[in-house]
């Protein structure tokens, strides 16, 4: 760019010198046409510049993980000069890491017209993809000037976790919540509040379950089974502070929020609503969420990743357990990075529950001896990225 500046220089130059020997209008009318094409080059830019607006546009604000996906730069010029070269430099990053990529972009614009420039993107990784402009160039014809346009433009990605199916169990405990209003549809239970089913008696069947009334109109023995309250009091605590910041980090974030979701997944498919905690950094507080169906922990996990910002800033769950009680229990996970025994006596001290599970994600299998031999809880290493493998005979 700075030679053909050099080059119009050096020939306004040449124009000049020859006016100024020849005499010929010729000459006068060559140096007027030289001297002037820049700036009608630099005044019609400027006019572009100004009439030209850029955003992002995407067809969904969250995507599946691996799921490629389009983003369309829209560019829209309202002026009558057209723009022969623009370039666009493009950043993302996902927001659990800061590790910046960029793409480079080159199209024309149009005058007087609306065009969209579409690229695709994917991640390995759930997070949050931050997509934004580093800077948009536009040149004139000649190539001589050079302007920015599009200045903090920035687009949200939401790329949700997958779920892995894995052959854990989900154990009835006698604790339940007396005011549930949730009943399994598939099995009985004990609750005479909910009939599930009548059946024919068979022997063994207790006296107080015969349903009278219809047992004369039948004249054989009706037996009412109870319904199974699913409400027990089950709950995951995601604990997302991570002290190993390297190449490591993204798939350690995608390890820790991709066992919550499995482990969510097994409760629901055995129709176990459930209660998952965690640090949401927007409010700046732990949140409580209550899952019974695969539509709430999908909006659960959404607004937890679309809650996490560039600071990682998570607070200890420390903070929550000394302000809220956590007695009766039925099943109580914790899903963290921590390995030390700290955080299980923490755990062991506010947390009263039948069955306590710590699931620490690590690089390997090797776990300190002192953090395997706490005998509260079910210790279970997650090796980074092999979930299922390292979860599979959970029971929650």
């Not at 929020?257 to 609503?273: A, D, G, K």
């Amino acid at each position: 760019m700075f030679l053909i500046k050099l080059l119009f220089a050096v020939l306004i130059i040449v124009c000049a010198v020859f006016y100024i020997l020849y005499i010929w209008d010729f000459s006068l009318v060559l140096l007027v046409v030289v001297t002037a094409l820049p700036v009608l080059m630099l005044i019609s830019m400027l006019i572009a510049r100004k009439s030209i607006s850029v955003e992002f546009a995407v067809k969904s604000s969250a995507v599946a993980k691996n799921e490629v996906f389009d983003i369309q730069l829209c560019v829209t010029n309202k002026s009558i000069f057209p723009i022969g070269k623009a370039e666009a430099f493009i950043e993302y990053y996902n927001i659990f890491n800061n590790q910046i990529n960029s793409i480079e972009l080159h199209f024309p614009i149009q005058s007087r017209n609306s065009q969209r420039v579409t690229f695709q993107l994917n991640s390995k990784f759930c997070g949050t993809l931050i997509i934004r402009s580093a800077y948009i160039n536009i040149f004139d014809p000649l190539r001589i000037f050079r302007f920015k346009i599009g200045k903090n433009i920035s687009e949200t990605i939401t790329v949700l976790p997958q779920g892995y199916d894995i052959n854990g169990t989900v154990s009835y405990t006698d604790r339940v919540n007396d005011e549930s209003l949730n009943f399994s549809e598939t099995k009985p239970g004990d609750d005479p509040s909910e009939v599930f089913d009548l059946r024919e008696y068979t022997p063994g069947d207790k006296p107080n379950r015969i349903h009278w009334k219809l047992s004369s109109k039948k004249d054989d023995f009706i037996v009412k089974e109870y319904s199974c309250p699913i409400d027990s009091p089950t709950a995951v605590f995601l604990d997302l502070r991570c002290k190993d910041f390297s190449e490591f980090t993204l798939p350690v974030y995608d390890t820790l929020i991709e066992t919550m979701v499995s482990l969510c997944q097994l409760l629901l498919e055995n129709e176990r609503v459930h209660t998952i905690i965690y640090y949401n950094c927007r409010e700046k507080c732990f949140v409580q969420r209550e899952i019974n169906d695969i539509n709430a922990l999908s909006s659960a996990v959404k607004e937890l990743l679309e809650s996490v910002d560039d600071n990682l800033a998570f607070n200890s769950p420390e903070e929550f357990l000394s302000d809220f009680g956590f007695d009766g229990w039925s099943s109580f996970s914790f899903i963290t990075t921590a390995d030390d025994l700290e955080m299980l006596s923490l755990f062991n001290d506010y947390i009263d529950a039948d069955i306590k599970n710590f699931f620490t994600v690590v690089r390997d299998k090797s776990v300190s001896d002192m953090l395997s031999e706490h005998q509260a809880f079910n210790i279970t290493p997650v090796i980074i990225g092999k979930i299922s493998s390292s979860i599979k005979d959970t029971e929650l």
